[in-house]
């Protein structure tokens, strides 16, 4: 069974700097789609970052292109999402996912329907 351990949530003023991170265990595929959401109370979860562990492909959300980073440590089986220039509306719930992939991919999904184990998510609060 896929376990994903979100931490590194906490509450930043506006421009300020968070790392999260997830720790993966049980993937039973060897390449898989890892991803960021975030889910904003009263709003839909949404795609915020994710990487290909086979091979590197990144995609990023547009209001987070430039100011977050999402990298992966294969030997720890982690991934990162390093959140900069963090603006109020960045502010809430931040998910980890994963989801096997049998072959190659050179692409990324960041829709929520493309993963299919989530994490416990890990607060993000940004003040004005």
């Known amino acids: 069974q896929v376990q994903l351990v979100e931490s590194g949530g906490g509450s930043v003023p506006t421009g300020g700097s968070l790392r999260l991170s997830c720790a993966a265990s049980?993937?039973?595929?060897?390449?898989?789609?890892m991803g960021w959401f975030r889910q904003a109370p009263g709003k839909e979860r949404e795609g915020v970052a994710a990487i290909y562990t086979g091979g590197g492909s990144i995609g990023y959300a547009d209001s987070v292109r430039g100011r977050f980073t999402i990298s992966l440590d294969n030997a720890k089986n982690t991934v990162y999402l390093q959140m900069n220039s963090l603006k109020p509306e960045d502010t809430g719930m931040y998910y980890c996912a994963a989801r096997g992939v049998g072959g190659r991919s050179l692409w990324v999904p960041l829709d929520v329907g493309a993963y299919n184990s989530w994490g416990q998510g890990t607060q993000v609060t940004v003040s004005s």
């Open positions: 049980g993937l039973i595929y060897s390449r898989n789609y």
